[in-house]
């Protein structure tokens, strides 16, 4: 038997979410692939419980159980506005959409605080050559644990995200991969522009040829349920205290002569937006409004290039649910549609 690690594949389900936490989405709807930067296989941590340290006449281990398993799955991606949107729907768990034909408009907020468990989602895994069909395994009760979206000067703009399994792996042998990847809107940093104003002033877009960087990271903080369950495995996920979050940092040419080093000085109310817009037809565009926010400001010590590193301490609004508002353009009528 032969096979690399370039044949390994990972299926979702992008517009569908478990009906019931940890309750498999069929296997024949897990058709969504699409291309990763890395080999990230999923991986499954056992606990067990042993007799290590008890009475036993015995100097080391006598007995062990399997007590508990949980899993996790990375993904290393090149961001696309499908899979920065599926991330934010799964993860929030709050999208609605409008419009009646492409580009439908997701319009996603943060969970109500009424809301104490995420979405969760199943995945199909495997390496994809002759004879290792005993490899294809599928993963339940994932849930999205962080999704950062980062750029560093010009070129793509990346996307990682973290998902937190139940625990339990099954072999699924008689599956099929779609013989084909996800056709994706990927992003680059040029797709990109960060806006900046005092409440009700007018807005300072800082453009890609000044932005240097910008990391957007969301924490869902997620957490085991603290059930007893009925099998080893997680019985659920939960948000942890004040999660999610989010954090904004960038970096952008300028010193402290800059009005953007001004709103910090001043500790100035402001309004923040970022937006992601490769220009398309129809238009894959992805926007983020934070309605009330603070900066925090420093200045580089590059004497040749100076330049701002700041962070967006956000305010949570509680009538917008949370900090910030995300809205999307995308070819999909509606996300986290329960199956089976």
Known sequence: MGGTTKGIKTATALINCEAAFGVTIPIVSLVDIYVQNNFNPAKITPAFRTDAGRITGARG??????????GMLSESLDASTELIVHGLALGYGNATATGSADPWTQTIKHPSVCTSSPKSTSFLQGIECAGLTQGYKSYKGASLSKMVISMKGQGRIELTREWKLDGSEVTQAAATFPASFLSLTYLLSSHLALKLYPNGGGAITISSSRLVSLQIEIDFGLTK????????????????????????????????????????????LLTAQVVLDPGVVPSRAITMDMAKCYLIAEEGNDDTDPTLKCTIDEIDVIANQGPAIWSAKTGVAAYNVPLP
């Open 61 to 70: 281990v006598t007995n062990r159980q399997r007590e508990t398993a949980e």
């Open 225 to 268: 349920r603290n059930r007893a369950g009925n099998s080893i495995y997680v019985p659920g996920w939960r948000f942890a205290g004040d999660k999610p979050s989010i954090k904004i940092t960038f970096e952008v040419e300028g010193d402290k002569s800059d009005v953007i080093y001004g709103y910090f000085e001043n500790d100035t």
